[in-house]
């Protein structure tokens, strides 16, 4: 005769669920001890019945000693993952002062190309200037010989700045 399938839900009857309780908590026991033996498992078992009663199993030694070592071992697992995240932190804080840096030297730079446009614009509006003061006076009178341009000097004063 084969079993039929259990509903997983709540037990409506005290009686039954008492019943059910007290044979699993003991198929329970008893396969955490298999385990335990088989595979040479420390296992560590705590059940509090509905009741409030407590049934626990220890292998291999005391249940406060299955506890302190799930506690250390747990604590590293925890102070590792704050170190990897200490590191991170301080990652990203390094790479948000990098940038902050390479934004201020890029601002420098920006700032120094539209002083020496200012400059190249002053230069430019100088030489159109004196090619036209030129232009005129080649104009007025053909005769008076060809003005050097003073280009040369401009360019001079560009570089210096």
């Known amino acids: 005769m084969a079993r039929g399938k259990v509903q997983m839900r709540r037990i409506e009857n005290p009686v039954h669920r008492q019943v059910t309780f007290c044979k699993r908590r003991s198929g329970l026991l ?11 498992a420390e296992i560590g078992l705590v059940i509090f019945s509905p009741h409030g009663k407590l049934y626990e199993l220890a292998t291999n030694g005391s249940m406060q000693g299955l506890i302190e070592k799930y506690m250390k071992s747990s604590s590293c697992y925890v102070e590792k993952q704050a170190d990897e995240k200490q590191v991170l932190e301080s990652k990203m804080e390094v790479n948000m ?7 201020d030297i890029m601002s420098q730079e920006i700032q120094l190309l539209k002083n020496k446009e200012g400059i190249l ?13 030129q232009y005129i006076a080649v104009e007025t009178d053909p005769t008076m010989p060809n003005i050097p341009c003073p280009l040369i000097a401009v360019q001079n004063e560009i570089y210096q700045y």
């Open 97 to 103: 002062l990098k940038n902050e840096v390479d934004m």
């Open 121 to 133: 614009k002053a230069a430019n509006k100088c030489l159109q200037e004196q090619m036209e003061m």
């Open 30 to 40: 008893k396969k955490a001890k298999e385990l335990s033996v088989l595979c040479d």
